[in-house]
């Protein structure tokens, strides 16, 4: 059955407690920040995020992966690069959720070979009870159990990215069920 993890407010909440935090870093910086979302999970909350943001700030994606269905296969693969120049520049990386470490960490080794100043990490969940490698976000929105979770960005198999609020299942099979009947979903 699935549960409500994290309900529409209190992404508002966490968007409004991460954005005035990124705004009291970066206000009156002469190097305002470069905001890389990371495809297509974080696109959502990155979206969200950037309205709570009172400074000038320039957005760009990545993509990156390494799910296949609900399991990590540990290995991290780059689909998409980032566009913009981030040479000597403050990046916040922006993803919807770390849990093993290792692709946040494979990119942030990536993205510092172009030189950046400085580069801070941006998370809606983190899911500690599953990290594989070392690795601390500069801003959390929400630490939670070693579920699995969908929803608000968040996929099973590219389905439901589109809901306002994030769901966690006990039981594969419920959320398999759900897309083989393809009905409308009550989210």
Known sequence: MKKLLVSEQEIKEICARIGKEITDKFIGDENPPIIIG????????MMD????????????????????RTKSTGVVVMKKDISTDIKGRNVIIVEDIVDTGKTFAKMVEYLHTYEPLHIYTCTLLDKKARREVEFECDFVGKEIPNYFVYGYGLDYLEYFRNTKEIYYIDDEKIIIDELNNKKEWNY
């Open 49 to 68: 995020l950037i309205k709570e943001i009172k400074c000038f700030v320039e957005l760009d994606f990545v993509q990156y992966s390494s799910y296949q």
């Open 38 to 45: 990371v495809l297509k999970g974080a696109a959502p909350f």
